[in-house]
């Protein structure tokens, strides 16, 4: 699976929107991409993933760059119960493995 | 019901005990996963069940025991640890591999070793 690479961290103002970059310079075809996030001392929460286009659901919205090499993850208007560790992590689409790399560390301020 | 269940929550064990931590759901999902998380790092793959069948094993110690006895329930039985296996342990199901495979994460079972 490819790897990614993530700010160690990043802080954002409440009700403003939050962006987090991630690289993936060797993603195959056949790799999504997945954001999960894990709130302190809770199990990780699926957010978003996308192949080639850009998602958007009622957590977020995932723009990935059209040479697939890198993408953001966008928290439209951020929330003090945004604070947590955002992973972003790439998989090939027939394996079972999700392989979570060292994340962003995302503080809310309000 | 779209939750993974997980217990006991917390759970603290001698050297020479013998434990399990248990994880249940119930939405269909036929592959399971165990992950470890120590303080402050990313979680770490274990095992991965497949339709009850163990397909994955991360070079995992033999002091961790998996058990996937239906395709709801996944163990992970504990024996002969050391301190430095006190971590969170984490239990998660998907639906199958092929195509975008999401996982739902139970809340964790926090092991402390003495």
């Known amino acids: 699976d490819a790897k990614t690479t993530q700010p160690t961290s990043m802080d954002c103002a409440e009700g403003r929107a939050a962006n987090l970059p991630c690289n993936h310079s060797?993603?195959?075809?056949?790799?999504?991409v997945y954001w999960y996030r894990q709130i302190h001392s809770q199990g990780p929460q699926y957010i978003i993933h996308?192949?080639?286009n850009n998602e958007t659901n009622e957590m977020a919205s995932l723009i990935i760059t059209e040479d697939r090499k890198s993408s953001t993850l966008i928290l439209p208007h951020a929330t003090l119960r945004d604070t947590a560790v955002y992973y972003c992590?790439?998989?090939?689409?027939?394996?079972?493995?999700?392989?979570f790399g060292s994340g962003t560390r995302l503080l809310v301020r309000p | 019901d779209t939750e993974v269940t997980q217990t006991p929550k917390h759970l603290v064990m001698g050297m020479t005990n013998k434990k399990s931590l248990k994880c249940e759901q119930h939405?269909?999902?036929?592959?399971m996963y165990w992950y470890k998380q120590k303080a402050k790092k990313p979680p770490e793959l274990m095992f991965v069940?497949?339709?009850?069948?163990?397909?994955i094993n991360e070079s995992v110690p033999s002091r961790f025991s998996p058990e996937c006895p239906n395709s709801s329930l996944l163990n992970l039985h504990l024996h002969a640890l050391q301190p430095e296996d006190s971590a969170l342990y984490l239990c998660?199901?998907?639906?199958?591999?092929?195509?975008?495979?999401?996982?739902?994460f139970g809340a964790g079972s926090r092991l402390t070793v003495l």
């Open positions: 992590i790439v998989r090939l689409d027939s394996s079972y493995k999700l392989i």
């Open positions: 996308g192949l080639k």
């Open positions: 069940y497949s339709y009850e069948k163990l397909s």
């Open positions: 998660a199901s998907s639906p199958h591999s092929s195509g975008a495979n999401v996982l739902t």
């Open positions: 939405m269909g999902h036929r592959a």
């Open positions: 060797t993603i195959s075809g056949n790799e999504y």
